[in-house]
T-cell receptor
Framework: EAQVTQNPRYLITVTGKKLTVTCSQN?????MSWYRQDPGLGLRQIYY???????DKGDVPEGYKVSRKEKRNFPLILESPSPNQTSLYFC????????????FGSGTRLTVV | AQSVAQPEDQVNVAEGNPLTVKCTYS??????LFWYVQYPNRGLQFLLK??????LVKGSYGFEAEFNKSQTSFHLKKPSALVSDSALYFC?????????????FGPGTRLSVLP
């Protein structure tokens, strides 16, 4: 089944403890992206990647890191999480063509205390 | 820069009645427009898109949307609402000129279909 897989689905952590949210897609998509969803703000892009070793900042990149060493994987790294990073996070992927939409993962609900 | 507005936080409609969820956008070039739906505890699911061609686009689950260039709108519609349509709906836009630029999503509209 074609899908984007995120892990974990739920995560509670403490301020300052480094964490990684994994994302993997099995559709050979070039583009991958991370979004955070907050009430009243919709989805805001954190980082995106156009291909292996090509990444760029989205609208809210502060406090996050990403890497794209393999085409299928796009992990999101929080080096020192803070409570304002408590949110629902989505990974998504799409083909390179202009008219394609994103396929989304099921989301990771992160709580930083 | 591109932007998307969804002027209604919440839309309530009775089952069997037609529904409309509004979306307006702003882009410099040609707009690529998308609608997504999010059910509770789920990721976003693609409903439909407009890239070019016919202004009326048909999508999944009986939904359709009408692209109106002069009003810069892309409203989502369904002739007869179902209770199972209750969900959070997101409109998204991308500038067709810039392959490097990614999607911008609206804030979402919560649709409640009342039995």
């Amino acid at each position: 089944e074609a899908q984007v897989t995120q892990n974990p689905r739920y995560l509670i952590t403490v301020t300052g403890k480094k964490l990684t949210v994994t994302c993997s897609q099995n559709m050979n998509h070039e583009y991958m992206s991370w979004y955070r969803q907050d009430p009243g703000l919709g989805l805001r892009q954190i980082y995106y990647s156009m291909n292996v070793e090509v990444t760029d900042k989205g609208d809210v990149p502060e406090g996050y890191k990403v890497s794209r060493k393999e085409k299928r994987n796009f992990p999101l790294i929080l080096e020192s999480p803070s409570p304002n990073q408590t949110s629902l996070y989505f990974c998504a992927s799409r083909p390179q063509g202009a008219g394609y939409g994103y396929t989304f993962g099921s989301g990771t609900r992160l709580t930083v205390v | 820069a591109q932007s998307v507005a969804q002027p209604e936080d919440q839309v309530n409609v009775a089952e069997g009645n037609p529904l409309t969820v509004k979306c307006t956008y702003s882009v410099s070039g040609n707009p690529y427009l998308f609608w997504y739906v999010q059910y509770p505890n789920r990721g976003l699911q693609f409903l439909l898109k407009y890239i070019t061609g016919d202004n009326l686009v048909k999508g999944s689950y009986g939904f359709e949307a009408e692209f109106n260039k002069s009003q810069t709108s892309f409203h989502l519609k369904k002739p007869s609402a179902l209770v199972s349509d209750s969900a959070l709906y997101f409109c998204a836009v991308r500038d067709g000129r810039n392959y490097g630029q990614n999607f911008v999503f609206g804030p979402g509209t919560r649709l409640s279909v009342l039995p």
